[in-house]
C-alpha cells in the first residue's frame, strides 16, 4: 500500500488569491492523480500528473486554473488559482499503485473560498 | 458512454439490520470495479475491489460485493451493519482500455445512516 499526506489539511481563503496543496507519498509512485469533490458530491478527476511528463486535465479543467507540478516520484502540488466561492471543495490526491491495481486516496483538502 | 450510477443517494437502516448499496455501470469494455469508503470528515478508503475471478469478493468488516456482468452491476452487501458503518460509500470503475488509463469513474456515492 502507500501512506499519503496532504498539506493544508484546510484552509480558508479569500477570493482572488490562489493556493497550492502538497502531496507527499512514503514510496516511488509514477502515476498520481488530483480529484475535486464539491459539497455533497462524488469524486471528479482534475488531472493525471505522472511523472517525466506534464499533467493531463480532463474536460472542463485547465492548467491555468490549476497548475500541477511534479517534481519527483514522491511528490506534487495542486495550485487552485484566482479562487471564486465555486472552488470550496476537497481536493484529494491519490496514487495509481500497478502491482495492488487500485488507486489509494490522502487525506484531502479542505478549501473554503469566502 | 461509459458511467456509474449508484441508485440510492441515502440508505437509512437500522443496526443489525441487512443491507444492500446499489451499483451499476455502462460500458463496452471490460472493467475493474472498486468499493471506496469515506467516514465523516476522512479521507477515502478502499473496502473491496473486482479484478478477476471468483464475482464475490469480500472485505475484512464483513461487507461483501458481486461482480454480475450480465446485468453490469457490483452492489454492496452487509447481512448486519453496526453504527460504526455510518459512512459515505462510493462505487468506483476503472475501465480496461489503453486510452484510460488508471483513471477511476466514480458514483454518485451513497450515504449510509444506521440508527439504533
Known amino acids: 500500500s502507500a501512506v499519503i499526506s496532504q498539506k493544508p489539511s484546510r484552509d480558508i481563503c479569500q477570493r482572488g488569491t490562489s493556493l497550492t496543496i502538497q502531496c507527499q507519498v512514503d514510496s516511488q509512485v509514477t502515476m498520481m492523480f488530483w480529484y475535486r469533490q464539491q459539497p455533497g458530491q462524488s469524486l471528479t478527476l482534475i488531472a493525471t500528473a505522472n511523472q517525466g511528463s506534464e499533467a493531463t486535465y480532463e474536460s472542463g479543467f485547465v492548467i491555468d486554473k490549476f497548475p500541477i507540478s511534479r517534481p519527483n516520484l514522491t511528490f506534487s502540488t495542486l495550485t487552485v488559482s484566482n479562487m471564486s466561492p465555486e472552488d470550496s471543495s476537497i481536493y484529494l490526491c491519490s496514487v495509481g499503485l500497478l502491482l495492488y491495481n487500485e488507486q489509494f486516496f490522502g487525506p484531502g483538502t479542505r478549501l473554503t473560498v469566502l | 458512454a461509459q458511467s456509474v450510477t449508484q441508485l440510492d443517494s441515502q440508505v437509512p437502516v437500522f443496526e443489525e439490520a441487512p443491507v444492500e448499496l446499489r451499483c451499476n455501470y455502462s460500458?463496452?469494455?471490460?472493467?475493474?470495479l472498486f468499493w471506496y469508503v469515506q467516514y465523516p470528515n476522512q479521507g477515502l478508503q478502499l473496502l473491496l475491489k473486482?479484478?478477476?475471478?471468483?464475482?464475490l469478493v469480500e472485505s475484512i468488516n464483513g461487507f461483501e460485493a458481486e461482480f454480475n456482468k450480465s446485468q453490469t452491476s457490483f452492489h454492496l452487501r452487509k447481512p448486519s451493519v453496526h453504527i460504526s458503518d455510518t459512512a459515505e460509500y462510493f462505487c468506483?470503475?476503472?475501465?480496461?482500455?489503453?486510452?484510460?488509463?488508471?483513471?477511476?469513474?466514480f458514483g454518485e456515492g451513497t450515504q449510509l445512516t444506521v440508527n439504533p
Open positions: 460500458s463496452s469494455v471490460s472493467v475493474y
Open positions: 473486482y479484478l478477476s475471478g471468483s464475482t
Open positions: 468506483a470503475v476503472r475501465f480496461r482500455k489503453e486510452t484510460s488509463g488508471s483513471r477511476l469513474t
